[in-house]
Nanobody, 126 residues
Framework: QVQLVESGGGLVEPGGSLKLSCVAS????????MGWFRQAPGKERDFLAS????????YHIPAVGGRFTISRDNAKNTLYLQMNSLKLEDTAVYYC???????????????????WGQGTQVTVSS
């Protein structure tokens, strides 16, 4: 089983940027589609973006398209989420996840991913 570890979260002012990383501490993500989710306090874990195994196909939900970019470097066994123009409402715990199949669409959910990281906190505040 692949073990994922997220990093790169922190406190940032509105309009700022952060780049999250998700590295496989055990196993490899090379053969898997990957995705990013976030969960704000008291809310469900929401799908944000996904990328297929070789990085050719990407999907971002409309709410973050143009601000967030998912990418991967299989040689480094790492998934990324570049977040720009951050807003107060982007505050949440961010999770990476993987699965054999690439779910790419607004209807993707936690049920479409089989292994997860522990999350990293992103706080947007002035």
């Amino acid at each position: 089983q692949v073990q994922l570890v997220e990093s790169g979260g922190g406190l940032v002012e509105p309009g700022g940027s952060l780049k999250l990383s998700c590295v496989a501490s055990e196993g490899t993500i090379r053969n898997y589609a990957m995705g990013w989710f976030r969960q704000a306090p008291g809310k469900e874990r929401d799908f944000l973006a996904s990328i297929n195994w070789n990085g050719i196909k990407e999907y971002h939900i409309p709410a973050v398209g143009g601000r967030f970019t998912i990418s991967r470097d299989n040689a480094k066994n790492t998934l990324y989420l570049q977040m720009n123009s951050l807003k107060l409402e982007d505050t949440a715990v961010y999770y990476c996840a993987g699965d054999r199949d690439h779910c790419a669409g607004y209807g993707c959910s936690t049920r479409d991913f089989t292994f997860w990281g522990q999350g990293t906190q992103v706080t947007v505040s002035s």
